[in-house]
């Protein structure tokens, strides 16, 4: 029997982006757990976010990779690795603007943005965090940008052909 290992999930790139301490207020005292917030993509034009809490650092990754492998979206990317054109995106009080750069440019992105944007392998782009610096509100803003990118369009070289006239 062959195996497809072409759908394994082992070539996902995860970054931890913010791990936090909550605490909780029960009887008895307080019960401490901690929060991950962490992006996956392949590098290829697909990735995804999730938050997840856990009793410890480690549990709360990993529930958090497992959850966002199951949100990965699919996003455009041109030849040069960047995206096809410019896109604002506001999630809350956050508020992200991302340009297409030229090739050689990198990523010119602060924290939440450029784990979002190294993650779906785009090479090449400009952006700008305004409003809030929450960063689960900018992941999630950076990644409805992406979402909302629409395809390139190949242009036609030929004339179209007029219609013959009667």
Do not use: C
């Not at 410890?56 to 040069?80: H, R, W, Y």
């Not at 965090?129 to 990118?149: D, F």
């Amino acid at each position: 029997m062959a195996r497809d290992f072409k759908n394994t999930k082992s070539d996902l790139n995860q970054k931890v982006v913010e791990v936090k301490r909550v605490t909780r207020v029960v009887a008895g005292g307080k019960r401490m757990r901690f929060r991950a917030l962490v992006v996956v993509g392949d590098k290829k034009g697909r990735v995804a976010s999730a938050i997840r809490k856990g009793a410890d650092v480690s549990e709360a990754v990993k529930k958090a990779t497992a959850a966002a492998k199951k949100q990965m979206v699919k996003i455009p990317l041109t030849k040069n690795g960047s995206i096809p054109h410019i896109v604002i995106a506001k999630y809350k009080a956050s508020k992200v603007l991302l340009k297409p750069a030229p090739a050689g440019s990198g990523i010119i992105a602060g924290g939440p943005i450029r784990a979002v944007v190294d993650a779906a392998g785009i090479r090449n782009v400009v952006s700008k965090m305004m409003g809030s610096a929450n960063k689960v509100n900018n992941v999630k803003a950076t990644i409805e940008a992406l979402v909302s990118l629409k395809p390139i369009r190949h242009r036609v070289t030929e004339k179209p052909k007029e219609p013959q006239k009667n």
